[in-house]
């Protein structure tokens, strides 16, 4: 199995340009969630998608964010505009549907430097 | 507010020492716990998950978990410096997201 697949790997990108983080999950895994990690808050939960419909998207920042699953392999999380403190590490995850089985599976992320 | 509260560190520990990971978490309703260890500019991957109340061990492993305190550690026997990374605990109801504690820098010298 390839696992979480993520593009791109690194971006860097000035002020106010946007800014598209794709996601490609588990085969057959039916929940994607992404998260966002720097150094002061830790690793948090930005939104998450039980069979393509986003279940809880609390933690995404602003409007600026956007996230979207058009179907069970692709899903997408877009800021616009970017800002500095946009700057952070940003990991997909997924797991299976499967009752007991909450395990989470990580991406290899995206490093995303605004300037 | 959910929490997962971990401290930072770093703990150092030597080499063959046991190295003691601890991690409180505020949900009481919360039902799965995980350990990830996350190597420096790399993405988090699963130690240990541990759903009941006691002792679950998996090689050098030991995760430990206390309902009724919330609290959940984990022990890594014969420390080894490949174990140098920072553990995150986390913690989660049935179908929900993880909620991850900052993270504890484990460092194992030689």
């Known amino acids: 199995d390839a696992g979480v697949i993520q593009s791109p790997r690194h971006e860097v990108t000035e002020m106010g340009q946007e800014v598209t983080l794709r996601c490609k999950p588990i085969?057959?895994?039916?929940?994607l969630f992404w998260y966002r990690q720097t150094m002061m808050r830790g690793l948090e939960l930005l939104i998450y998608?039980?069979?393509?419909?986003?279940?809880?998207d609390s933690g995404m920042p602003e409007d600026r964010f956007s996230a979207k699953m058009p179907n069970a392999s692709f899903s997408t999380l877009k800021i616009q505009p970017s800002e500095p403190r946009d700057s952070a590490v940003y990991f997909c995850?997924?797991?299976?549907?499967?009752?007991?089985?909450?395990?989470?599976?990580f991406g290899p992320g995206t490093r995303l430097l605004v300037l | 507010q959910k929490e997962v509260e971990q401290n930072s560190g770093p703990l150092s520990v030597p080499e063959g020492a046991i190295a003691s990971l601890n991690c409180t978490y505020s949900?009481?309703?919360?039902?799965?716990f995980f350990w990830y260890r996350q190597y420096s500019g790399k993405s988090p991957e699963l130690i240990m998950s541990?759903?009941?109340?006691g002792d679950k061990e998996d090689g050098r492993f030991t995760a430990q978990l206390n309902k009724a305190s919330q609290y959940v550690s984990l022990l890594i026997r014969d420390s080894q410096p490949s174990d140098s990374a920072t553990y995150l605990c986390?913690?989660?109801?049935?179908?929900?997201?993880?909620?991850f504690g900052k993270g504890t820098t484990l460092s194992v010298s030689s």
């Open positions: 995850a997924s797991k299976t549907g499967l009752a007991g089985e909450e395990t989470q599976y």
């Open positions: 085969s057959g895994h039916n929940s």
């Open positions: 998608f039980n069979n393509n419909v986003p279940i809880d």
């Open positions: 949900d009481r309703v919360s039902q799965s």
């Open positions: 541990i759903y009941s109340n």
């Open positions: 986390a913690s989660n109801q049935a179908g929900t997201a993880l909620i």
